[in-house]
């Protein structure tokens, strides 16, 4: 199980987003973004450990890929819907596979908050991020 934490400074005002994707360079490119934008990340490469970590960590959002090793984005969707404490945590997919073969629809469907294909628009990305944790948790970020 390989993951990162970049969580060194904890502010109490500093949202945790965790990355799943079994790519390197999404994983870090994608957290180094998001620290900029000053959320706090974990990152995961495989499905079994994104439900390990959404209970240890416990995430406020999950960014999570469709093709991933020890079970697929549908499942880790499926998993975080069957426990209550993580059922309430948004996911956002951001994945490889093409929206029109029913991956959008199907994400949707199974608990996801937004669907975007890999590379994003960064600020569409960050908006809905924004969004989704205002809507789930009342977050405000640090500038409000």
Same mark, same amino acid.
């Given at each position: 199980m390989e993951?990162? &934490? ?11 987003? *965790?990355?799943v994707?079994?790519? =390197? ?5 994608l957290?180094w973004r998001?620290?900029a934008?000053?959320y ?12 390990a970590m959404?209970?240890k960590?416990k995430?406020?959002?999950i ?5 991933l090793p ?16 993580l &059922?309430?945590?948004?996911?956002i997919?951001?994945?490889?596979r ?9 994400s949707?469907? &199974?608990g996801a ?5 890999k =590379? =994003? ?8 991020i924004?969004?989704?944790?205002? *809507?789930?948790w009342?977050w405000?970020?640090l500038?409000?």
């Open positions: 993951t990162e &934490s970049y969580s060194e400074r904890k502010p109490i005002n500093r949202a945790k987003i *965790m990355v994707d079994d790519d =390197p360079y999404i994983r870090v490119g957290s998001l620290r934008n000053n706090d990340t974990v990152n995961v490469c495989d499905g079994y450990s994104a439900i959404a209970q960590e995430p406020h959002l960014i999570l890929d469709l093709g020890a079970g697929d984005g549908f499942a880790v969707l499926k998993h975080l819907q069957d426990y209550p404490a &059922s309430v945590i948004p996911v997919v951001l994945t490889g093409d929206r029109d073969e029913g991956n959008e629809r199907r949707l469907e &199974s908050v937004a669907f975007f294909q =590379p =994003p628009d960064n600020a569409e990305l960050l908006a809905v924004r969004a989704n944790l205002q *809507m789930a009342g405000r970020g500038d409000s």
